[in-house]
């Protein structure tokens, strides 16, 4: 069974950048999209970003399009999540999910949180000066 871990957050400054990673185990990652997501204090889970299987295709939520950038390395099982010119309201735990998906591409589906079988426990990311 797929088992994802989420690694590399942590404090930043307002404006500066910050890689996390989620590195999975238990089956190969080839055949999984990854989605990130995010959860502040008090507010609902939200999809960030999203990447295909074979890292043709991904998208991003409206608040973070032009500042993360999401990638994979399948050889290494791992996705990473790139983020760039970070803001306070970037403060959150964010998750990385999966859901075995091998042959399409990432569309509308994939903000929907039931959509993924399996997710890691988050890694807190703190945006402040």
């Known amino acids: 069974q797929l088992q994802v871990v989420e690694s590399g957050g942590g404090l930043v400054q307002p404006g500066r950048s910050l890689s996390v990673s989620c590195l999975a185990s238990g089956d190969t990652l080839d055949y999984y999209a990854i989605g990130w997501f995010r959860q502040a204090p008090g507010k609902e889970r939200e999809g960030v970003s999203c990447?295909?299987?074979?890292?043709?295709?991904?998208d991003y939520a409206d608040s973070v399009k032009g500042r993360f950038a999401i990638s994979r390395d399948n050889s290494k099982n791992t996705v990473y999540l790139q983020m760039n010119s970070l803001k306070p309201e970037d403060t959150a735990v964010y998750y990385c999910?999966?859901?075995?998906?091998?042959?399409?591409?990432?569309?509308?589906?994939?903000?929907?949180?039931?959509?993924?079988?399996?997710w890691g426990q988050g890694t807190q990311v703190t945006v402040s000066s």
């Open positions: 999910a999966a859901v075995y998906f091998p042959w399409g591409e990432v569309n509308d589906w994939w903000t929907r949180i039931d959509e993924y079988d399996y």
């Open positions: 990447i295909s299987s074979s890292g043709e295709t991904s």
